[in-house]
């Protein structure tokens, strides 16, 4: 990880965003936005959090602002919530840039790192330059049906097609720079990212990877044929996977965005031209917090 691009100087314009109707949110969004406030920096709030927020907190100190014009004009953003919270707004913000800070408010908070009790101590460090920065991919995605593009999105956790409602397997074809892998019967497939190592590829025995490894992992969901195992690829493959038989089978785009698919549908998979930058406040070790996330340093109970 690198020293954040800005440590020259402090961030003058900081976005807030948060997970809509949620009271501690709304609490902490406050509280950090007349901090923020009082130490010279312009404050907009996302408009739909803005929305919810406003109306109780009758606070005149920050404006509201769409993605676009939160793109187009902060040095970085401050996201409150869990992983899901961060996962919108990085969607949402890659093409224009901007570094995100991550307030864990949620459960587990794997890209949300700073504890709601630490937040005002942190934002000392960070208008100080002090917070250190971390790349991450990201993934592009197009769903391509008789020939023609029906549909694009960005993950950054991961790519999912599975069986949908139904009961029944899926059946497709994997394909890895245009060379023809395997058939796959299964309940599904993950294409994860770095990132995503610890979602829901993690719960279906796929491998997590460090964010500096430059791969993305393909993860069958309770495939039929058990030789069917996790497989990592360079982050430069293209990958696509083509429906031969499904009769309810779906995409999902870091378990946020859906699209139904039908046979014959191929879903093109590359690393994305955007990139995320993450911010975290020193002291940040991925080692450190997946002990504390897996609770791996935890001893058993009654001893």
């Known amino acids: 990880m690198?020293?954040?691009?800005?440590?020259?100087?402090?961030?003058?314009?900081?976005?807030?965003?948060?997970?809509?109707?949620?009271?501690?949110?709304?609490?902490?969004?406050?509280s950090l936005a007349k901090f923020l406030h009082e130490r010279g920096v312009t404050v907009l709030v996302e408009e739909e959090t803005a929305t919810t927020v406003g109306r109780e907190a009758g606070l005149d100190h920050w404006v509201p602002?769409?993605?676009?014009?939160?793109?187009?004009?902060?040095?970085?953003?401050?996201?409150?919530?869990?992983?899901g919270t961060m996962l919108n707004a990085a969607r949402r913000l890659a093409r224009y840039r901007v570094p995100l800070v991550g307030v864990n408010q949620g459960r587990l908070g794997f890209m949300t790192d700073i504890a709601r009790s630490d937040m005002l101590t942190c934002m000392e460090d960070l208008l100080d330059g002090r917070f250190v920065s971390e790349t991450r991919m990201l993934l592009d995605a197009e769903i391509i049906r008789d020939g023609r593009e029906i549909a694009t999105n960005l993950a950054l956790n991961d790519v999912v097609i599975d069986?949908?409602?139904i009961g029944r397997m899926i059946e497709f074809e994997l394909f890895i720079d245009g060379e023809f892998i395997y058939s796959l019967r299964?309940?599904?497939?993950?294409?994860?990212?770095?990132?995503?190592?610890t979602a829901y590829?993690?719960?279906?025995?796929?491998?997590?990877?460090?964010?500096?490894?430059?791969?993305?992992?393909?993860?069958p969901l309770c495939p039929h044929a058990l030789t069917n195992r996790p497989v990592l690829v360079s982050d430069q493959a293209e990958i696509e996977l083509r429906?031969?038989?499904?009769?309810?089978?779906?995409?999902?785009?870091?378990?946020?965005?859906?699209?139904?698919?039908?046979?014959?549908?191929?879903v093109k998979l590359h690393r994305?031209?955007?990139?995320?930058?993450?911010?975290?406040?020193?002291?940040y070790s991925y080692f450190a917090m997946l002990r504390q996330k897996l609770q791996?340093?935890?001893r058993p109970k009654g001893q």
């Open 65 to 83: 602002g769409s993605y676009e014009s939160i793109g187009a004009s902060v040095d970085l953003a401050i996201v409150l919530g869990g992983d």
């Open 272 to 283: 994305s031209e955007y990139s995320i930058c993450f911010l975290h406040p020193p002291g």
């Open 296 to 298: 791996w340093s935890a």
């Open 2 to 30: 690198n020293g954040y691009s800005g440590s020259s100087r402090s961030p003058r314009t900081i976005a807030l965003i948060g997970r809509y109707q949620s009271a501690e949110i709304a609490e902490s969004l406050r």
């Open 243 to 266: 429906v031969t038989h499904a009769t309810d089978c779906r995409v999902h785009f870091d378990g946020q965005v859906t699209v139904d698919l039908s046979r014959d549908d191929s």
């Open 163 to 165: 069986k949908g409602a």
């Open 186 to 197: 299964a309940d599904g497939m993950i294409v994860s990212t770095s990132t995503g190592s």
């Open 201 to 219: 590829a993690m719960s279906a025995n796929g491998p997590i990877m460090h964010p500096q490894v430059a791969g993305i992992a393909l993860v």
